[in-house]
């Protein structure tokens, strides 16, 4: 069993950043993929950016490109997502994921790659 918890979100102002953090406790967290996910109100949760399980891999949906960073410490348990340049559009609730199956090669933009997933954490970003 895997447990994942988000923090980091807050309230930025447009064009500001914001560092998100998932700590991830259980077994074989080096050999799994880790994604973010976002919901707006109103919306669908939709795919932001998803790291292999060595690093050597990631993926962003095309709105956060050049302006979101997915990185992970295997030391620490931890992903991250460096969000830069954000804008309101990028309001939402941030959820972290953990993949099911060691070692997987993809894709990771697909809910079906995660197992295990976090209660979220709000970002609210404002004109």
């Known amino acids: 069993q895997v447990h994942v918890v988000e923090s980091g979100g807050g309230s930025v102002q447009a064009g500001g950043s914001l560092r998100l953090s998932c700590a991830a406790s259980?077994?074989?967290?080096?050999?799994?993929?880790m994604g973010w996910f976002r919901q707006a109100p109103g919306k669908e949760r939709e795919f932001v950016a998803g790291i292999n399980w060595s690093g050597s891999s990631i993926d962003y949906t095309d709105s956060v490109k050049g302006r979101f960073t997915i990185s992970r410490d295997d030391a620490k348990n931890t992903v991250y997502l460096q969000m830069n340049s954000v804008k309101p559009e990028d309001t939402a609730v941030y959820y972290c994921?953990?993949?099911?199956?060691?070692?997987?090669?993809?894709?990771?933009?697909?809910?079906?790659?995660?197992?295990?997933w976090g209660q979220g954490t709000q970002v609210t970003v404002s004109s």
């Open positions: 259980g077994r074989y967290f080096s050999q799994r993929a």
């Open positions: 994921a953990a993949g099911g199956r060691l070692y997987y090669s993809g894709p990771y933009s697909e809910d079906r790659t995660y197992d295990y």
